[in-house]
């Protein structure tokens, strides 16, 4: 009887330690999804940016191609 107890609270720890790892685990790769969603609409938002600053710089080229 006095070992069983030692024995079984090795067993729980261990079991918590296991539950804890796969949980930190759980979190990191929520954690990555959520960084790797944020990093595509950031790069949509660049993308669309660019789009706009590329064509505002034509249309004042041929602005000043046409007036020169």
């Given at each position: 009887m006095a070992l069983l107890i030692p024995v079984?609270?090795?067993e729980?720890?261990?079991t918590l330690v296991l539950l804890a790892g796969r949980r930190v685990g759980d979190l990191v790769r929520r954690a990555a999804g959520k960084?790797?969603?944020k990093r595509v609409v950031d790069t949509l938002d660049y993308r669309v940016r660019f789009k706009?600053?590329?064509a505002s710089t034509l249309s004042w080229r041929?602005?000043?191609h046409t007036y020169g």
């Open positions: 079984t609270l090795l729980l720890s261990d960084a790797g969603a706009s600053v590329t041929r602005q000043q």
